[in-house]
């Protein structure tokens, strides 16, 4: 709930900013940003504006995140994995129960997952799970499969 608030903030920012620009580039003589946004919001294409950002941000916990197994041991593969968040710009912040919780390194990056950028990863019987932020997790994942890959390629020569 918090996490589809936060996006329908965000998507409102990002229209009253697209707005403000478009206002720079072409100036509406006597008219300011709030009265174009004004006008927009009670015409029936700003309705629909808002019926949209309000679907998009309901929606996006469901897919904007993902579970992902992948088949390892962290405590055999924990160089590897603490690699692939290095490399994608994460840290370790804690671990606790076997869980540990990545955070991005960066603030900018933070902000610009709106600090929904934690990452876990967990052991489940054979399989890695990794639960995160889908277009970061997918960084983390895709930069671990290389290197879990080139271990064991390592292994079998």
Same mark, same amino acid.
């Given at each position: ?84 968040? #290095?490399?994608?710009? *994460? /840290? $370790? @912040? ?10 991005? +390194? ?31 997790? #997918?960084?983390?994942? *895709? /930069? $671990? @499969? ?10 079998? +020569?």
């Amino acid at each position: 709930m918090i996490c589809a608030v936060k996006y329908f903030i965000a998507f409102c920012v990002l229209f009253v900013a697209i707005t403000w620009l478009s206002m720079l580039a072409q100036p509406i003589e006597g008219y300011t940003v709030w009265d174009v946004i004004e006008a927009t919001l009670r015409s029936d294409r700003g309705m629909w504006l808002m019926v949209a950002a309000v679907v998009l941000a309901a929606s996006y916990p469901r897919f904007g995140f993902l579970t992902r197994k992948m088949e390892g041991f962290i405590e055999e593969d924990r160089a590897e994995v603490e690699k692939a968040f #290095a490399l994608t710009g *994460y /840290r $370790l @912040e804690s671990e606790e129960d076997g869980v540990m919780h990545f955070r991005a +390194e960066s603030i900018v990056k933070r902000f610009l997952a709106l600090f929904e950028d934690e990452i876990t990863v967990s052991q489940y019987g054979q399989w890695i799970i990794i639960k995160g932020n889908r277009r970061q997790a #997918a960084r983390v994942i *895709y /930069r $671990l @499969e290389m290197l879990l890959s080139q271990k064991r390629a390592g292994v079998e +020569e």
